[in-house]
T-cell receptor, first 112, second 112 residues
Framework: DGGITQSPKYLFRKEGQNVTLSCEQN?????MYWYRQDPGQGLRLIYY???????QKGDIAEGYSVSREKKESFPLTVTSAQKNPTAFYLC???????????FGDGTRLSIL | SQQGEEDPQALSIQEGENATMNCSYK?????LQWYRQNSGRGLVHLIL?????REKHSGRLRVTLDTSKKSSSLLITASRAADTASYFC????????????FGKGITLSVRP
């Protein structure tokens, strides 16, 4: 079955710590995305990548970093510079920029 | 920035009734998409309607688009308890650098 796998499902971060969220897809999609969802809010775009070795900042990129070394993988690092990281993080992929996006089941990040 | 604004914010209906959800947006679009999110899960794409289309159907779902009013509606007919979820509209604006932009969502509760 093709899909997107996010891990871990739950993650806790200590003060001053960087944490990395994993996102893997086997849909052969070129484009991948990271979103942040806060309670009662829509999705806000953190970073997106339309092709391997290339990515662009979204609306709220400060305090986050990404890499796209393989087509299947798009990990997100939440750095210590992100002062309010508690949120639900969603990874998605699509065939192209205007196409429907397929989502993973998210990682919930909390502060210890 | 969030372009799509859904209305109402919350909707509670009895099983078997129809549910109508509305979305308004501000700028010209390439297409508009509706997604569903079950609690604690990722989003699932429901339907995409292009700017030159007025209506689309998929099973019990009917989506309309009125570009002159910059609005769309999602109708779920003969609702079921399993339709209980949050529903989001998302727009792709026209323009070279446009991205999928989500509204804040509508919480639908279907009472058995």
């Amino acid at each position: 079955d093709g899909g997107i796998t996010q891990s871990p499902k739950y993650l806790f971060r200590k003060e001053g710590q960087n944490v990395t969220l994993s996102c893997e897809q086997n849909l052969n999609h070129d484009a991948m995305y990271w979103y942040r969802q806060d309670p009662g809010q829509g999705l806000r775009l953190i970073y997106y990548s339309q092709i391997v070795n290339d990515f662009q900042k979204g609306d709220i990129a400060e305090g986050y970093s990404v890499s796209r070394e393989k087509k299947e993988s798009f990990p997100l690092t939440v750095t210590s510079a992100q002062k309010n990281p508690t949120a639900f993080y969603l990874c998605a992929s699509s065939l192209g920029r205007f196409q429907p996006q397929h989502f993973g089941d998210g990682t919930r990040l909390s502060i210890l | 920035s969030q372009q799509g604004e859904e209305d109402p914010q919350a909707l509670s209906i009895q099983e078997g009734e129809n549910a109508t959800m509305n979305c308004s947006y501000k700028t010209s679009i390439n297409n508009l998409q509706w997604y569903r999110q079950n609690s604690g899960r990722g989003l699932v794409h429901l339907i995409l309607i292009r700017s030159n289309e007025r209506e689309k159907h998929s099973g019990r779902l009917r989506v309309t688009l009125d570009t002159s009013k910059k609005s769309s509606s999602l109708l779920i007919t003969a609702s079921r308890a399993a339709d209980t979820a949050s529903y989001f509209c998302a727009t792709v604006a026209t323009g070279a650098n446009s991205k999928l932009t989500f509204g804040k969502g509508i919480t639908l509760s279907v009472r058995p």
